[in-house]
């Protein structure tokens, strides 16, 4: 059973699904869900933020840099619907952490075990790149999934530099102790940060401009005696680049979610 408040992760989830903080990202992703690929023509888009995906209560989260503009946006699930997603999701279906090798829609049945995906940017950006100040206001959202996923979270798997720049100081702001000078991303590093010794603190405002008459906050930081060491491991991330030139390989990614799994006491 959970041992978290699945209403605060749900209505998390909500919220960033309705956030219209950065203009130039509404714009784009909006104007793709509307001009559509040809190949997907008949689809309705999200068109929207995509929330995380997968159980409240998760041991480790896997944390990537945004939606596709064909494939989040597009189905509305983290990693769902694009090639990038056909390589993360076979390989935690073959380390185990998940039921099914495809995520293809949202209702296609697939479930993850111990496992949640999230994102530090939850809209589509133009050429996949997020403005540093884009990244900046998104984070606000991150460190409230952290947050309520600090009781049992235990490892993370960051995929790409992006990724690993942006979680660093959102870690540190949902209640971990980032080293300085901050560690280097590289497939493969693990970082072991501890929590921090504080008392739960008020709830996180959400970013300016998120959700017109929602609640300023989630959930409060749990107490410091609610967390545990959270290490992350860096890896390549699953982008086509990288797949189809072998710069990441199927064996070297399961080799890293296999062991953030281990730590995380999800596999033996």
């Not at 720049?165 to 980032?178: I, K, M, N």
């Not at 970013?207 to 300023?216: I, K, R, V």
């Not at 390989?249 to 281990?262: C, D, H, N, S």
Request: one cysteine or more; glycine letters at 8%.
């Amino acid at each position: 059973m959970s041992t978290q408040d699945p209403a605060g992760l749900a209505d998390l989830d909500h919220r960033i699904s309705d956030c219209r903080a950065c203009p130039r990202l509404v714009a784009w992703r909006e104007e793709v869900a509307r001009v559509k690929r040809a190949a997907f023509a008949d689809w309705t888009y999200w068109g929207r933020p995509v929330p995380g995906f997968g159980p409240d209560d998760a041991r480790l989260l896997v944390l990537g840099l945004a939606p596709a503009a064909h494939g989040g946006n597009r189905t509305g699930r983290m990693f769902t619907g694009d090639r990038s997603g056909d390589v993360l999701y076979r390989a935690l279906y073959d380390v185990g952490l998940a039921s099914q090798p495809e995520a293809v829609t949202v209702d296609d049945g697939l479930e993850l075990y111990g496992v949640r995906i999230t994102s530090p940017v939850h809209c589509a950006p133009p050429e996949n790149k997020p403005t540093p100040t884009e990244r900046d206001t998104c984070r606000a959202w991150l460190v409230q999934e952290l947050r309520l996923l600090r009781p049992t979270v235990r490892a993370v798997v960051v995929l790409g530099a992006f990724g690993w720049q942006a979680a660093l100081p959102a870690f540190a702001e949902a209640g971990w102790t980032v080293p300085r000078p901050r560690p280097a991303f590289g497939h493969g590093v693990r970082v072991t940060l501890d929590p921090t010794a504080a008392p739960a603190a008020a709830p996180a405002a959400a970013p300016a401009g998120a959700s017109p008459g929602a609640s300023p906050g989630v959930s409060p930081v749990a107490p410091a005696d609610a967390a545990a060491p959270l290490d992350l491991f860096g890896c390549f991330h699953v982008s086509q680049r990288n797949t189809f030139t072998g710069r990441l390989t199927p064996e070297m990614l399961r080799e890293v979610l296999r062991t953030a799994a281990t730590t995380a006491g999800l596999l033996p």
